[in-house]
């Protein structure tokens, strides 16, 4: 009885362990091989590295007059001329208001007529010396006064110095005020064309130097040029507009100029700057930089290590690298 007894707690005991859920046996985190890191490596080896300037030129003649009231100004008659319009040398341009001087010029004229007939009729006749010279004095007198009533109507009229094409013209009312030394009108002569170029900044143009070749590509022909004024040979000025003007500005020449340039007409040009040959060159993606620092990031036994840098040339694409590595270097591009 006792037997039984056992056994029957024995196996409720058993079967009570079977009423409590198991537990599950805790799992261990998977081993996951880090990655590695693909780096974008160039070698740093030698080669060649050119400069350029390249833009559009404009051509321009070379001969251009600005024309203005030197001595006086005054208000404004007529302009004749239009932009665009082709003047000849001589041609009356501009008159400013004055009044009845060209009625009083022709009086005057009669006046001298009047008395050189006087003077020789008193020669003539055989007057005195004394009444000879008061003939002479009151010629002359009539004289200057017309010589002046001529520069007075010369002084208020502009003609062309050259002949050519209007390029410019005030704009301008009848009546306006125009002062001296305004500029009016602007006359270039389209027999002499050259092309100019207009930089962004003056640094653009300091490798350029007068006598450099030139390539040109106009109207789907290359030509050969020649540059010839710069910033530093530029005449000087004291026009502070011109001179900033000048500062930013190159005057080449086209050799075999094609008959159909016209003002205004452009040209493709480009000017070989500096050329480096033998240097070390890398791609521009391979040089960092920090607080006026330039570097490079190098791999070497799979590590990474900066190395500083001096630039030379550089292009849109590539630098030179003057000073901070050698041949053969695993340079790691700055992607």
Not at 159 to 172: P, Q
Not at 220 to 247: C, F, H, I, W
């Amino acid at each position: 009885m006792r037997l039984t007894a056992a056994a029957l707690a024995l196996t409720l005991t058993l079967s009570g362990c079977a009423l409590f859920p198991m537990e599950d046996e805790a799992l261990q985190p998977p081993l996951i091989k880090p990655t590695e890191e693909e780096l974008n490596i160039v070698e740093a080896a030698k080669g060649n590295i050119q400069t350029f300037l390249k833009g559009t030129a404009n051509f321009v003649s070379s001969s251009t007059e600005t024309l203005s009231f030197k001595e006086s100004g005054g208000r404004l008659k007529a302009v004749g001329v239009a932009v665009g319009q082709e003047v000849k040398a001589g041609e009356l341009l501009v008159e400013l208001e004055t009044g009845d001087l060209e009625l009083q010029l022709r009086l005057q004229k009669l006046n001298v007529e009047k008395v050189r007939i006087q003077y020789s009729q008193a020669r003539a006749s055989g007057a005195g010396e004394t009444d000879l010279r008061l003939r002479e004095i009151d010629m002359e007198r009539e004289l200057l006064l017309l010589e002046s009533m001529e520069k007075r109507l010369e002084s208020s009229r502009l003609y062309a110095t050259i002949s050519g094409i209007v390029t410019f013209v005030e704009t301008l009312n009848t009546g306006d005020v125009i002062n001296a030394h305004q500029s009016i009108i602007s006359i270039a002569d389209p027999s002499k064309m050259q092309l100019i170029y207009v930089a962004a900044n003056t640094k653009e143009l300091f490798p350029v130097e007068s006598g450099m070749p030139a390539k040109l590509r106009y109207k789907g022909k290359d030509y050969a040029g020649t540059v010839l004024q710069t910033p530093s040979n530029a005449p000087m000025t004291a026009d502070e507009n011109k001179a900033e003007r000048n500062s930013v500005t190159i005057i080449v020449g086209m050799e075999d100029q094609p008959a159909d340039v016209q003002i205004g007409h452009s040209a493709e040009l480009t000017i070989e700057l500096q050329n480096r040959q033998d240097v070390i060159v890398l791609p521009r993606s391979a040089i960092r930089s920090y607080m006026g620092r330039s570097y490079v990031q190098i791999a070497e036994d799979e590590r990474r290590k900066e190395i500083d840098v001096e630039l030379g040339l550089t292009t849109a694409t590539e630098v030179e690298i003057i000073r901070g590595l050698v041949e053969g270097q695993q340079v790691i591009l700055n992607n």
